[in-house]
């Protein structure tokens, strides 16, 4: 392997700068070329590439979203769009493609390193953790901190007005953000794509905090949540307790932005250089992750298609606690 290109797809996540960053350097370490394609797989079929040098990422671990620009490309999902991006990737005599992304970006590099045999290497950038093959996705420990930070804001008034606040956090599919913000926030509880809690549920919980003389109480409503939108919640239990003064609040966006944590910069870094290294060892088609401290490298499609599973046990520790 002597050339080697990087891209960043799909949702964007505070660390993907840091990310590229660790690829860019760790390849000129180890005597490679490397080259960045903007756009994520658009910037491909279009040819939107070029050489990246290592002052090519000065100050940019610190900067949230990503200088190679990112997208979710419909074209790379057909076999045509597919086509002309091997077709730039042969122009260009790469060898080898780092892609920096989630699921969705995942599954475009698996079709693609299986069609035409190029080996991909993929770092797990996505504030929804919800990847396989890795304890944390790069991105995630910022944005739990930002609803962290919301949250902690909204309880302030929350408090002052003795309000019910439902809190929607993102996560299509997952509620890594709501059950690790919901515990650090002081949830009173916390409603997950991957949890079949009813209305009645939450309803009794919310009569038990009442009885107790809960000052103000704030529910996480996870994105994809199957009872439906924080507002939907709402307007429901609204029906049935109407001594609660409600207020919705949607965190959307503002969850992807801003300066990457500590642990996300130092994440991004490791696994960064860890694609590279991989690579150059013979790894192709598998995601780099770190379990238990130690860089693995698991199949891209079995980082995908496994359901990563909430930790049982920090839902059990928000129950206790949020009595
Ligand atoms: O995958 C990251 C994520 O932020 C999800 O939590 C959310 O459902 C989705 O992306 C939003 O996507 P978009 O920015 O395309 O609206």
Redesign the pocket.
């Known amino acids: 392997i002597k050339k080697i290109a990087v891209l960043t797809s799909?949702?964007d996540?505070p660390g993907m700068n840091a990310a590229v960053r660790a690829v860019v350097r760790s390849s000129v370490y180890y005597n490679l070329d490397v080259y960045g394609i903007y756009k994520g797989y658009d910037g491909l079929i279009n040819g939107d590439i070029e050489q990246l040098q290592v002052r090519s990422v000065s100050n940019i671990l610190s900067r949230g979203g990503t200088f190679l620009l990112s997208a979710?490309s419909d074209e790379f999902r057909t076999k045509e769009g597919r086509a002309k991006a091997y077709k730039n990737f042969k122009a260009n005599d790469l060898d080898a493609l780092v892609v920096i992304g989630?699921d969705g970006s995942f599954t475009g590099a698996d079709v693609f390193s299986q069609e035409y045999d190029v080996p991909v290497l993929g770092i797990p950038g996505?504030?929804?953790n919800d990847l396989a093959g890795t304890d944390f996705t790069i991105g995630y420990d910022t944005a739990c901190n930002t609803a962290t930070e919301a949250i902690d804001k909204i309880r302030d008034t929350a408090s002052s007005h003795e309000r019910l606040f439902f809190v929607e956090v993102?996560?299509?599919d997952a509620g890594f953000i709501a059950v690790n913000s919901g515990i650090s926030g002081g949830a009173v509880a916390m409603l997950l794509p991957e949890h079949n809690w009813g209305i009645d549920d939450l309803i009794r919980r919310l009569q038990r905090g009442a009885s107790s003389e809960k000052a103000s109480n704030i529910v996480i409503v996870a994105?994809?949540c199957k009872l439906g939108s924080a507002y939907d919640i709402a307007a429901k239990v609204k029906t049935q307790l109407d001594y609660f003064d409600i207020r919705v609040t949607v965190l959307g966006?503002l969850?992807?932005g801003g300066s990457p944590t500590t642990s996300d910069r130092v994440l991004a870094s490791r696994l960064g250089v860890a694609a590279v290294e991989g690579l150059l060892n013979g790894q192709s088609n598998v995601m780099v992750g770190v379990v238990n401290s130690n860089v693995v490298y698991t199949p891209i499609n079995e980082a995908v298609k496994t359901i990563k599973k909430i930790d049982a046990e920090e839902f059990r520790i928000a129950k206790i606690l949020s009595i």
């Open positions: 799909g949702g996540a979710r989630g996505t504030i929804d993102m996560g299509r994105e994809g966006h969850q992807r």
